[in-house]
């Protein structure tokens, strides 16, 4: 990253939260445009967390337990159902036969980084080791999981909702997921799947609490950051890293939403330099 005036802006975290926050119980529903085969399927609420919503999924640093050292938390991938007995018909569930999967494509973080995948045997009890972990970076990923809990049996309802899934990141920052549904079935036309590929969706992950980007303008800078619900964000700003100096907040508060927002700087002097620090609260 280059910035204008040969100013070197550093940014980092200041984490102050009380308490340890939950990991989220979201759900991200796999289905198809239609059911009938040849159609592409989709996420049927895809533009409620989409990284092109700006939304971010918060994860938790755990201290203890077989994911400690990592961020853990995200959302849970499900599939539509058409059986009444397994909650259908669903509006936007694939078609009868199809076995959808979820196919981990790409993903963008703070080098060094992974994020991992963690199954559960029973759906319910959480993953008590990493399945596969893919390293930021990657951007032709082919490791994928199951989303229905059938058989690949002509005729079997796609459904599939499976909770004890973890997923984990390794260092903080905000990650891109690149994610793909696919049908491995193959109840199709001419022995092939029922339904097309997805879209490639993004979705951004943010592992702790970081200044995602910087954006420095005459003037002013910008900070970029991913935020959670409940939570306050201060911008603090210094020209000095040796602790000589206090660091007067700028910017803020924002409140969080779960969602990527921006605070500016706009006391930007002719300093040599300037280092930006997040702060945040709960009320």
């Not at 080791?129 to 082919?142: D, H, K, V, Y």
């Not at 891109?176 to 097309?196: A, C, E, M, W, Y």
Request: aromatic share 8%; hydrophobic share 35%.
């Amino acid at each position: 990253m280059t910035f204008s005036k040969s100013k070197l802006l550093l940014a980092f975290a200041l984490l102050e939260l009380a308490g340890v926050a939950r990991a989220q119980h979201l759900h991200l529903n796999a289905g198809a445009v239609s059911t009938t085969p040849g159609s592409q399927l989709n996420f049927a609420n895809a533009s409620t967390f989409v990284a092109e919503s700006g939304y971010v999924l918060n994860m938790v640093l755990r201290t203890n337990g077989p994911a400690s050292g990592l961020y853990d938390g995200g959302i849970t991938f499900t599939a539509l159902a058409r059986d009444p007995l397994n909650g259908g018909p669903e509006p936007g569930h694939a078609g009868n036969g199809a076995q959808l999967a979820l196919v981990v494509k790409s993903l963008a973080g703070p080098e060094g980084s992974s994020w991992a995948f963690w199954e559960s045997l029973e759906c319910e009890d959480f993953g008590d080791r990493i399945t596969f972990s893919l390293p930021a970076g990657l951007t032709n990923g082919t490791n994928r999981f199951l989303l229905s809990q059938n058989n690949g049996s002509p005729g079997e309802d796609p459904y599939g909702h499976c909770h004890g899934r973890r997923y984990t990141i390794s260092k903080p920052g905000l990650h891109t997921l690149g994610v793909q549904i696919i049908d491995v079935s193959r109840n199709g036309p001419g022995g092939g799947p029922v339904h097309l590929p997805s879209p490639i969706y993004y979705l951004h992950f943010n592992a702790g609490f970081n200044i995602a980007r910087l954006e420095p303008a005459t003037g002013s800078t910008a900070a970029s950051f991913g935020t959670r619900t409940g939570s306050r964000f201060y911008l603090e700003a210094n020209s000095v890293l040796d602790g000589s100096q206090p660091w007067p907040t700028v910017a803020g508060p924002a409140n969080g939403n779960n969602r990527l927002q921006s605070l500016v700087d706009a006391t930007v002097s002719i300093e040599a330099q300037r280092f930006y620090r997040l702060r945040v609260t709960t009320p």
